[in-house]
């Protein structure tokens, strides 16, 4: 059910007296085996509500397998990440992909609510108002720094609520927790793991990747000891 909220973007709020157990996922990237076996593992049913915080695409050896199994699913959503973007952009192409899986794609939202907790594929910036958010800026945000993109601090490293914000975009070692910031993106597709977070008992489920599926360096994953908040 969508409703207008500060932010001027494509936004979903969740009921949750709809759903049994609620759980938040880092970014898939293609690989739908890693998503099967973390549904397995959270004995995930109908009753249960499945929300990725984007970048179900590209990378990853099975786009297309992600996007169906997300699109026919009515216990899972997604907002729309950077690499679905460049997608509907076309500054990337995956050819498997249909118009019709681009047209829903182009439908996801930008912003995904429940109560006291945002999802978003990257974060917010903390130096914005929130009518003032672009589409890139939920998409892209991470550095604090200007022309950097790794370098501390970070968004998350500045935010203070209210909200609880979900993200995913920054490549972690480890899941990052805080009071009003949970990062979980830990680089499936760079053979790390895929995490999910329990919206109601506050814990944490990762499963191991079974393979890299793409390389990237270790100075690329950031972890949680060396972002420190401030």
Not at 50 to 59: E, S, T
Not at 123 to 138: E, F, I, N
Request: proline share 7%; hydrophobic share 40%.
């Amino acid at each position: 059910m969508a409703r207008s909220v500060a932010f001027d973007v494509q936004h979903t709020h969740v009921d949750p007296a709809a759903w049994d157990g609620i759980y938040i996922v880092g970014d898939p990237h293609g690989c739908r085996e890693a998503v099967e076996t973390l549904c397995d593992r959270l004995s995930l049913t109908d009753s249960d509500l499945l929300i990725f915080v984007g970048d179900l695409v590209r990378k990853g050896p099975d786009t297309k397998g992600v996007v169906d199994l997300v699109r026919s699913a009515p216990n899972m959503l997604t907002v729309r990440g950077n690499n679905e973007e460049k997608l509907l952009r076309g500054e990337k192409t995956v050819a498997a992909l249909t118009a019709a899986d681009l047209d829903w794609i182009a439908d996801r939202p930008a912003v995904i609510s429940l109560p006291e907790t945002l999802i978003t594929h990257a974060g917010v910036d903390p130096r914005k108002p929130r009518a003032d958010h672009t589409v890139d800026d939920l998409q892209t945000v991470r550095s604090m720094v200007p022309d950097a993109s790794y370098q501390p601090p970070f968004w998350f490293d500045r935010y203070d609520g209210p909200e609880r914000v979900f993200f995913g975009h920054t490549v972690l070692s480890a899941p990052i927790v805080r009071e009003h910031a949970v990062g979980l993106d830990t680089g499936c597709v760079y053979g790390n793991q895929l995490t999910a977070y329990d919206w109601r008992n506050d814990e944490l489920i990762t499963v191991a990747a079974e393979e890299t599926h793409e390389a990237r360096p270790a100075e690329k994953f950031i972890s949680p000891s060396v972002s420190t908040p401030q």
